[in-house]
């Protein structure tokens, strides 16, 4: 059993809201920081967001920031990442890894978002 296990991706059209779902197991979920990152397509590995281990504080990068939302719930060793006015700039694979801020390299298999009318 993988230790992370993303989903929720697909075709979405721009603007509207996703759910990504990051579905942990094997440690103790609720004590690590958590984080998503993505890589866009020809492009490098992109910080997104991170979350402390119990929820009270979160961080984002500059171009999500007052549109995605990461949340987590320790009881269903659960880590979301809330898409709202979704562009074209936001297609990539999205992946959820241990460890809080920049520099935190993919941690699962990732899911594919893409955007587009």
């Known amino acids: 059993q993988l230790p992370l296990v993303e989903s929720g991706g697909g075709l979405v059209q721009p603007g509207g809201s996703l759910r990504l779902s990051c579905a942990a197991s094997?440690?103790?979920?609720?004590?690590?920081?958590m984080t998503w990152v993505r890589q866009p397509p020809g492009k490098g590995l992109e910080w997104v967001s991170s979350?402390?281990?119990?929820?009270?504080?979160?961080s984002y990068a500059s171009s999500v920031q007052g549109r995605f939302t990461i949340s987590r719930d320790n009881a269903k060793n659960t880590l979301y990442l809330h898409m709202n006015s979704r562009n074209p700039e936001d297609t990539a694979v999205y992946y959820c890894?241990?460890?809080w801020g920049p520099g935190i390299g993919p941690g699962g298999q990732g899911t594919q978002v893409t955007v587009s009318s």
């Open positions: 890894s241990k460890g």
């Open positions: 094997g440690f103790a979920f609720s004590t690590y920081p």
């Open positions: 979350i402390d281990s119990r929820g009270d504080r979160t």
